[in-house]
Each structure stands twice: as C-alpha cells, then as structure tokens.
C-alpha cells in the first residue's frame, strides 16, 4: 500500500502557494492572514475528497475517518515563522491527510484525525493548539505570551477564538490511541548519514526569555562616555556573553538572541532602555534550569557594569519529552518493510509531538533537510524524502492499528 | 532694555503643548504632524504680533523686521527627537521671536529674522534648512539621508515641500550680517560651574554610520552553536568592540549606538541580518577621519569573527566649526552688561549655527540644563536661565547693531 505521491505532490504545491514568498518560502504566521487562508485550504481539501472534518476550540482544524473507537492523531501544523520555508510542519498536515485517503477503504480500529495544530511555531504563544488539546495549556502562558498579549488577541479574533474557551478543546488520554508526526529534520544529521527516515527518540525542552535592561536616555553628543548609563551597550554585552557561556559552559545546549529593541531608537539619543528577545534548548530539564539562572546571573552582572537595571522574564517554557519506545518501533518496521534506512535521533527543535507525548504513545518520523537548513525560505526536502516520509506514516499508522487490534481490542 | 518675559513665557509653555508628550516633553520629529503644527504656530504669533513672515524653499519659517540692509538671523529650530525635552530648539525661536519684538520700535541698521530651521535634529537628514540657506546641502545627503529615503520624501510632501526646490533657499553670504542662536547647554558644564551663560567656542563635528551585517538566518534549535553565521551576535560584539575603542583611544570623542535591528526578529530563528545604527563626534575633522576608520575595522573583524559580510555607509556628516570671535566678544559684552556670568564652552551637540558659520559670522549663547539632561522628557532649564538667555540674546543682537554701524555703515 503506497500514499497516492502525484495527488499529494500537486496539494503540497497548492499549499506553498498560500503566503508565500518571493524566495520561494511562505510567511505565515500564526492567525495571520495567510496562516487562516491555509488552514481553510486544509479543510476544503479534506471536503473536496468527502472527509468529515472539525475545528475545535483552540482552532485546530481536522479530517477524520471516524470509527467507533480511540483516535489515533497524525499531524503537524500549517502556520510559519516569518519569512520561513515551505516544508516546516506543512508536509506533516498534507501527509497525514493523503494518509487518510490511502486508507478510507480499509476496515481500522482505530478513528484516524489528520490534525492542523494552532500557534506551533510560538509567534503567539507556541504549542498553543497541542497544548490545550492534552490540557497543558497554562493560563500565565496566554497572560504574558511571547509574541505579545495584543498580537495574541487580535489573532485569536481573526480566527474567531475566545481565550476562556481555549481549554475547551482537551481532549481525555482514553481518547486517543497515540501521536504520529512526520516532519523535517531542520538539522543535518540525516543528510550525512544518508538515512532516509529519522527515528526520533527525545525532543528538547526549550525556554524563552524578555530581558529588559533600563539605563537612561540622554544626548548622544553631550554625555560624556564614563558617565552613561546606556541600556544598548548592556545589552549587546548580555548578547556577546551569552553566546561565550553557552559555548564554554553548555555543551550539548543551543541559546539564541532573535531579536533586539532600543528605546528610543534614534542615532543621536543614548538608547534609555533595551529589550532581548532569547531562547535556549536542552533535552535535559536540570540543564534548563541551570542554564537559565546563569544566564540571569549574566544579565545582572552586564548591568551592574552599566549602573542598569534588568529584568529577565519567562515567556515560554516547553518541557523536554522522551518519544514512545513501542511507537518508535513501528516507525522502524514501517521503514523498514518500505526498504528504507532509518537511524535514531533526537530532535533540537520543539514540536506539537513534545505536548502529545504527555499523554499518549507519541511518536516522530524525520525526512532529511537539504544541508540542514530550516526557518527560511531555502529551506528544502526533497520530493522524494518527502514521500518517503508519507509512506512510513502510512506504514506506522497501519503497524500501530495491528498492534491496538492485536492487544488493545 | 528687556524682552517681555512674562509675554515670552506664555508662548513658550504655548509651544509646549504642541506635540507634548505624557512625560512632559515634546515628540516632534521633523516635518511630522507636531512639527509641522509649531511651525504653523510661530507663524500664526509672529502675525498676530504684526510681524512680517516668509517661508523659503526649504521650509524654513521667519518672522522679519526689514531694513534696507543686510540680515542679522536669529533662531533655532522646533523640530525634536522622538520624546524629546520641550526647550531643544524651541527656547531659541521663541526667543528670537521676542527679540524682535522688543526691537519693533527701534531703529537698527540690519534687518533683524526670527528664523525656525527645517530638521535640525536629523529624523530626516539633519540641519536639513541651514544648510539649505548656506549651500551646503548636498544631493547625496538627500539620496540616502539618515532617516531613510521613504520618510524624507513623506516628510516633504507633507510639509508641501520639493527637493528639487530646496537648494533654492540658499542665500548671498552678502545678505547677511550674521547669526545667532540661543539653545541649552544639553550637558553638566555651565550647571557645575555655577555660570548663567555659556559663550560657544566651537562646535563639533559629527558622522553618522549605519552598518549592517549579512550573516545566515536559520533555526534557533537545530543548528550547532559552532557552525552558526549569526548576524545579531557579530553585530552585539561590533557594539561592544565599539564603546572600548572609543573609550581607549579616542578620549575627547563620542560614539553612540542608538539602535539596533534583527532580521527576521523572531525567538527561535538565528538572525541572518542585523544593522547598526551608530554615530560618533568630534570637534577635531582629523579625528573623525581616524575614528571612522577605525570603527570600519572593528565592524570588519567582528564580522570576520563570524564568517560574515559587513558594509559600512555614512548617512550624515556634519563638520566641525569654530564659532567667529568678534560674535563671541558681543556676546560676552551683552552678559556683562545684563550682570550674568558667562564661560566659554565647545558644544558637544550640533546646531544650525555650525552650518551658518561657515557663511557669516556666527555665534552662540548657552544656558544651563538641569543634571546636562537633554532629548528626554525631563530635559529642563530654570525660566530663570530661559529669560537670561533671551535677555543676552537681545543685547549680543544690539552689540552687533552698534558694531555694525560704527564699521559697516
């Protein structure tokens, strides 16, 4: 049994016309614009074939081939970050839906949902969708949200979401019978190895930051350079440091200042007040901690030096999570009866998988990113890893059905 | 003979509301809807003075006593930085403004203007309308101006104004009989020394830079710290390899970064552009050369650093001017006769009178800002300073008369 590739391929490509941008990637941010015009597109191709579909009240958007039984979920998520490339959560949407059109003729007893999550790539809140589904979504995530508490609401009216019924859309673990998603690597571990297919065993737990760093505003030809407190040049101290921390003292770890912000932001003003946006990763949660109270510790001492205060805050905090051992071996023997190579590895970057796995067998299939790139629009996979990929979904979702009617039924 | 200050400081704190900020300064970046509301309100006084009023093809706002002679110029100018101090600029219009009408009965020998110069400040180009008015302005500060193309041609089009046309506001160095500016100190020195008035020797030079560094954008989890090509980080060292240089080997300059900006700006993408907007001062031309220099090396090391590409482009470049001696003896002269105190200062700020002192002889009178705080809201100068200041305006003006009679006439 194959995944239709021709079908799929033209929807893929329908897809990536949807926001997308001059370089050949897509913009779309979550409950942006483009982002809502995708997850429309989903449905009225899920419609076009005759598939049921949902949306439910954190916006996910599914088709199911319901039965009467546990809900096996395949997915990944349709939005992007800005300016970032094609493949990144789409191709696990547009798979897991050609899963389900590979398989409508055949007797399961398992409901399958292809499942578009909400807000994966945290331009909002990150793992918004996911998380409430399993019920981790926590008020204080939605209070103080990384993309900002107004950007936030004025996309959860674009898409006609109410914040207090987010949490409606949980689901209870008896009714799931498990989480497969494939998606990009996004590193180059896979290309390397010339494997097809990635097992992956852990996904890292991540943290974001806003440090705030508050010095005083002042004239930028009058105030003498020993007597300013310049919140800019603290920050890019902050910057350089964290960099030299992570490297010296972190070595299995990733820290990451996305952005920057000066008050008032004009050449002849000293900048009053600086804003860094940062993240770091590590699959271990003591390192997590640790890592962030240096970086605290950091971020004082770059003021100290500058007579500043700082403020560091948490505005996102993902959990490192171990994937399903029986999962895991599906996908092997799905790759395995399509001869295809696999290896196991964890995964740097965060996915809808790390909120599923807390509550129910999860598993991950990776297909490799062309010299490792993602996050923009040069991000690519080949058309055929893709389809490889597809097929071992499929392949996993039938092993996982035979294993629940051979135990479970 | 003195300025009406109880009539002055009703149109000061008049001026004040225009553009007014919650924190007590102004925000009238040049040529915006503030900006261009004062300078429609200086007209509209100076006509309900009875004043005559012209506005040249820069933009330049005046309120004039003709003679038949040449011009003596009086002013400043009313733009602001972003949430500027409210006596910026505007201290020396008003002023100038009430000169005038404290000599509308008397018989001078030169034409006396109140002049209000179009983006002093630089939101745009910067000294914009002196140099305009002296033929120093040139068409390539016009093509890549300081605040950005888009915004210079908003701004002129807003204020009805044409770049072609504003070279057209240049004026006979033989019209004129000189220049005087009265302005805060913007810095501790006149406050510390106990003076009412400072008389400027000289002011500085000053460039402004923007560099921007092209590095590869990418994912914030999944790429190795060790093969990463981030823009944001190479930026941050150039910003702190900046501030040591200055401090270092340079000693009698300053250099200011005033902002910063990640591309894309996201949490968890590694920022593949990032640009520096930076500038630095000098009253020595040579020194600005060797700064320059040196700060294009350190852009290239830190760009070096990173495997990254860097290029360096001036947006502004104002040079260095010695203010003319005799106009410094009127001046001296004037805060002797008014009983005032009086040093002689460089300016570490730069002034339309830099632009006009390289025409007709120029000179300008400081007072006192509290703690030498300028472009923020809590910028501030005693009323007290404020009126001895327009009071030694008024008699350096008359000095200049009498000078002007005994030897011109």
């Known amino acids: 049994m194959r995944i239709d590739g021709e079908r799929m391929r033209q929807d893929f490509e329908a897809l990536a016309m949807i926001g997308a941008t001059p370089e050949g990637g897509v913009s779309r941010p979550s409950l942006g614009e483009a982002h809502l015009a995708a997850r429309a597109w989903f449905l009225e191709r899920a419609e076009a074939y005759g598939l049921e579909t949902r949306i439910d ?28 490339g094609r493949y990144d959560g789409a191709l696990g949407v547009v798979a897991a839906l050609h899963v389900l059109l590979a398989l409508r003729e055949t007797q399961l007893p ?13 331009t909002l809140v990150g793992l918004l969708g996911s998380e409430a589904l399993t019920g981790a979504l926590r008020a204080e995530a939605l209070r103080a949200p990384r993309g900002g508490r107004t950007a936030l609401l004025e996309g959860l009216e674009r898409a006609g979401l109410h914040e207090e019924r987010l949490v409606d859309a949980r689901r209870a673990p008896a009714t799931l019978a498990g989480y497969l998603e494939l998606h990009i690597e996004q590193g180059p571990r896979l290309e390397r190895a010339g494997a097809h297919i990635g097992i992956v ?26 007597v300013r407190r310049d919140a800019g040049l603290a920050a890019a101290a902050f910057v350089v440091a964290t960099n030299a921390l992570v490297v010296r003292d972190f070595p299995g770890c990733v820290a990451t200042v ?21 993240e770091f990763r590590s699959t271990e949660p003591t390192q997590l901690d640790e890592l962030e109270a240096a970086l605290r510790r950091e ?42 190579t696999a290896i196991e590895l964890p995964s740097g970057a965060g996915h809808d998988a790390q909120a599923l796995a807390a509550v129910t067998p999860t598993g991950m299939i990776f297909v490799p990113s062309a010299g490792g ?31 629940y009617a051979v135990r479970g039924a």
């Open 110 to 122: 398992l409901a399958l949902e292809a499942i578009d999550f909400t807000d994966e790539e945290g």
């Open 201 to 226: 065993t852990a996904i890292v737990g991540s943290r974001s930051l806003v440090f705030d760093f508050h010095g005083l505003s002042g004239h930028a030809g009058t105030t003498p350079m020993n």
């Open 258 to 278: 996305g952005d920057m912000r000066f008050e008032p932001g004009g050449f002849n003003v000293i900048p009053g007040a600086a804003r860094v946006s940062l």
């Open 373 to 403: 790139i993602s996050h923009q629009p040069s991000e690519r996979t080949s058309w055929e890893d893709c389809l490889n990929g597809a097929n071992t979904l499929l392949h996993a979702t039938l092993e996982l059905c035979r294993l």
């Open 299 to 340: 971020a004082r001492a770059a003021a100290e030096r500058h007579a500043l205060g700082v403020e560091g805050v948490v505005v996102g905090r993902w959990k490192p999570a171990a994937l399903h051992p029986g999962v895991r071996e599906a996908i092997a023997s799905a790759a395995a009866s399509l001869d295809l």
């Open 57 to 84: 009240a954190a916006g996910n958007h599914s088709a199911v081939l319901p039965v009467d039984g546990p809900t096996l979920l395949l997915g990944s998520h349709l939005d992007s970050v800005e300016n970032g």
